[in-house]
């Protein structure tokens, strides 16, 4: 299984960017998929994730800037973030689970950083 991520890079404050991460290989029952961060000195924390019900779910901080959606069809989530300010730079981590845990993949990471 491979959660190839894109979409990271260098914006202004204010700005926006789009992350994507598409999950391939043989891998069934998928019931969240989401994004995580690490930012700089700090943990890593949810950003956002959906069920494939589609229950999404937003870390308070993002609430009303960042928006997910899910492809089913093609396993791929994604992540618009707009409005973004300083304290959005991070490296931004995609993650796959399965039903009752079965399993949980993360992708290898993509950073984002907002200049002022």
């Known amino acids: 299984v491979q959660l190839q991520a894109s979409g990271g890079g260098l914006v202004e404050v204010g700005g926006s960017l789009r992350l994507s991460c598409a999950a391939s290989g043989s891998i069934f029952n998928i019931n969240v998929m989401g994004w995580y961060r690490r930012a700089p000195g700090k943990q890593r924390e949810l950003v956002a994730t959906?069920?494939?019900?589609?229950?999404?779910n937003y870390a308070d901080s993002v609430k009303g800037r960042f928006t997910l959606s899910l492809d089913k069809h093609k396993n791929t989530v994604y992540l618009q973030m707009n409005s973004l300010k300083p304290v959005d730079t991070a490296v931004y981590y995609c993650n796959v689970k399965g039903i009752s845990y079965a399993y949980d993949y993360w992708g290898q990471g993509t950073l984002v950083t907002v200049s002022s």
């Open positions: 959906t069920t494939i019900a589609g229950s999404t």
